[in-house]
């Protein structure tokens, strides 16, 4: 009904009763305003379309990038109309898709890489989901099959809700969406916060909203008008590393050659394309590698801070050396805490969900510059320091599991309860934790970015002694039992081959490191760092691309051996060597710092002060334990400035809470 459009904001209705009469509990209007609450998604176009049965409906907003004309409209149909399709990314390999289905017969009348996944779908099913490659989340109906199919891509780039509504299944790219509907119901999901305060997002499938399920990376979902739903989760590159069958630098030449070919194939587009520049290894790279397949300077995006204070996290004056060495077109802008109170209304509700991460506001405002300025398309380096171990903390905690960790573990359960005992009085609050959960042989490595520790939680708010824990897991059951931060992990996905947990006492150094990036490669970069990419980008009607997370080199880099990232306590040290040709020494080996540090120098006195006016408001005339919240807020300001993490963290959750309820 009406003109259709491709990309970038999807959302769609299934009624699930059968029940083919008139009366349905949706309409062209309802499907219209839950489409337009994610016009900053598609700021181009939309189209709608519902079945004739009333049985089901898409719509879509279009931010156009590739195949500009009306052919490649959505949501999209086959020849024959018996399947539709709205799609959300982009699929890197789809001309050599297209020229594989157009040997086997089939006819194409449209440019659009939303196209190929009709196509495959109609040849092979929802094995299609084995061709395609790139970033994406999709749902096509099937109307000969009465079913639903719903596809996130392996990393976890792009976004898809879900959630039952009035006896309807509705999904969409954002939340809103969902909450648009007059069946959604506004509720907190306490299982969802108890994790949210530890992870600083709530893990998938859960969201903090009661009822409302994000598919995790690397899945898909099958979902019939009547009978059971099927989810498969269908890529996992974690096993064990190969035999190493080259040198360290022949792996550094296979990196180098996999991250030239990603850079390429991400240059697929019809507008203005350009990278975000911060100065560090990775967003060096990618601007050295685009400049080698462009015949003109490549536009490169930076923010820095306008407070010399904060000049220990300022990268701009490298971002400025490899835009002079690379003679880009450059621009830049400086943030300052007016920046922040400007954005700081409207957080919650581009955020769709509480995403604790301080790095949301500088990229929501390089989005903006790049839009102000007419590019549509970034490049960016998200993945690298998870994929080639970056992280300072990956370092960390192997030394800790190799020193102690594991031959604690390996201890008489006696003996590890009596130097747990003696060593009690001894510790800190969050080293007997640590000491507690290797008594119980739990995983010593959770997140590289953690907010509060379990019995930190217990003294914040009331939690019910016998909460039943539920959680969307993959038969969407009830899962019964209580469940710490720590030890959820074993249960996310009780019907699927739980991901290795990383510290098992049996657990050599090799293992673990791979364990550890598994985890957040599975966790905090697909439901945290992606998702705040994808939120901050789009917000701005910008979409970002990352080349360090292209399936070939994501697989070629959990073949590399272990020793060969963290080399003499350098991490990323492969990946360092494959990059010496393309970028000076002294920025690649120059001391990681992060993306504009992080909520140590985010939470300026001025944010501090509006951090504590916010959550003094908001949370304990919800039951908060007030001295709680106050003698955290003390203590930061009595110089404790690790715990500034946490207070980003209860900040950001009290903007959500003012939003939505």
């Known amino acids: 009904m009406g003109n259709t459009y491709p990309m970038c904001g999807i959302v769609g209705i299934l009624r699930l009763s059968g029940d083919s009469s008139p009366s349905s509990p949706f309409d062209e209007a309802l499907l219209t305003r839950l489409r337009d609450t994610m016009t900053h998604r598609g700021p181009d176009a939309a189209g709608n379309w519902i079945a004739p049965d009333l049985s089901a409906a898409l719509g879509h907003r279009r931010l156009s990038i590739i195949d500009l004309s009306n052919a490649a409209s959505q949501p999209m149909t086959n020849e024959d109309g018996s399947i539709r399709l709205t799609f959300n990314g982009e699929i890197y390999n789809y001309a050599s898709l297209r020229d594989e289905l157009t040997g086997l017969g089939h006819r194409f009348h449209s440019h659009s890489d939303t196209e190929t996944i009709l196509h495959a779908y109609e040849q092979w099913g929802t094995r299609a989901i084995d061709k395609i490659d790139g970033m994406f989340a999709f749902g096509l109906w099937d109307s000969r099959e009465r079913r639903l199919w719903l596809a996130r891509d392996r990393m976890g780039k792009k976004p898809l809700y879900f959630s039952i509504c009035g006896g309807c299944l509705v999904f969409a790219s954002e939340i809103k969406a969902i909450l648009a509907h007059p069946a959604a119901q506004r509720k907190i999901c306490e299982e969802a916060l108890w994790h949210y305060l530890t992870l600083a997002v709530a893990p998938a499938p859960l969201t903090l909203f009661e009822g409302i399920h994000k598919l995790p990376p ?84 930076s ?22 060495l690379f003679k880009t077109n450059h621009r830049e802008i400086l943030i300052s805490d007016r920046h922040f109170f400007d954005f700081a209304d409207h957080l919650a509700w581009r955020q769709d969900e509480p995403l604790s991460d301080p790095v949301c506001f500088p990229l929501y ?4 510059l790049a839009r102000d300025h007419g590019t549509i398309v970034i490049q960016v380096g998200e993945g690298s320091d998870e994929i ?39 510790l800190s609050s969050r080293q007997w934790t640590h000491l507690q959960r290797a008594c119980a042989g739990e995983p010593a490595f959770v997140s590289a970015a953690l907010a509060f520790y379990d019995q930190e939680k217990a003294l914040l708010k009331p939690w019910p002694k016998e909460l039943p824990w539920r959680t969307a897991s993959l038969s969407l059951e ?55 990419l994808d939120k901050m980008t789009m917000a701005c009607s910008v979409e970002g691309r990352a080349p360090f997370l292209d399936t070939r080199l994501v697989e070629l880099a959990m073949r590399i051996p272990s020793r060969y990232k963290i080399v003499n306590g350098v991490g990323k040290a492969v990946l360092k060597r494959a990059v010496e040709p393309l970028i000076p020494h002294e920025l690649i080996y ?6 504009c540090g992080g909520s140590g120098n985010m939470l300026t006195p001025a944010i501090l002060d509006f951090a504590e006016k916010n959550i003094m408001t908001a949370l304990p005339p919800r039951d908060w334990h007030r001295a ?30 003012k939003k939505w309820f």
């Not at 120059?590 to 993306?595: D, I, N």
Request: proline share 5%; aromatic share 14%.
């Open 218 to 301: 690397a899945t898909h979902l099958l979902i019939p008008q009547r009978g059971k739903w099927i989810f498969t989760e269908y890529w996992r590159p974690w096993g064990k590393t190969d035999s190493p069958a080259g040198s360290f630098d022949d792996y550094a030449g296979q990196i180098r050659e996999e991250l030239q070919t990603a850079v390429r194939r991400r240059l697929m587009s019809d507008v203005p394309f350009g990278v975000f520049l911060s100065g560090g290894v990775d967003s060096s790279a990618n601007v050295a590698l685009m400049s080698r397949e462009m015949n003109r300077p490549v536009d490169t995006f």
């Open 303 to 324: 923010v820095g801070f306008e407070d010399q204070a904060q000049a220990p996290y300022n990268e701009i004056q490298y971002a400025r050396k490899i835009a002079g």
């Open 365 to 368: 405002y390089v989005s903006k």
């Open 388 to 426: 080639f171990a970056g992280y300072e903390i990956y370092r960390n905690y192997l030394r800790r599991h190799t020193l102690y960790w594991r031959r604690f573990q390996q201890m008489p359960g006696w003996l590890r309860e009596g130097v747990a005992g003696m060593a009690r009085w001894a």
């Open 478 to 532: 009830a899962y019964e039992g209580k469940n710490p931060s720590f030890s959820m992990l074993k249960r996310l996905y009780p019907q699927a081959e739980i991901h290795p947990l990383p510290g098992r006492p049996d657990e050599q150094p090799e293992d673990f490191l791979k364990n550890m990036i598994s985890w957040e490669c599975h966790q905090r970069l697909g439901e945290l760092l992606l998702m705040r």
């Open 590 to 595: 120059r001391k990681k710092v992060g993306f």
């Open 628 to 657: 709680s919240l106050e003698g955290l807020l003390s203590s930061h300001r009595a110089g404790t400035a690790e715990n500034s993490f946490q207070i980003w963290n209860l900040m950001n959750l009290s903007l959500w809470l």
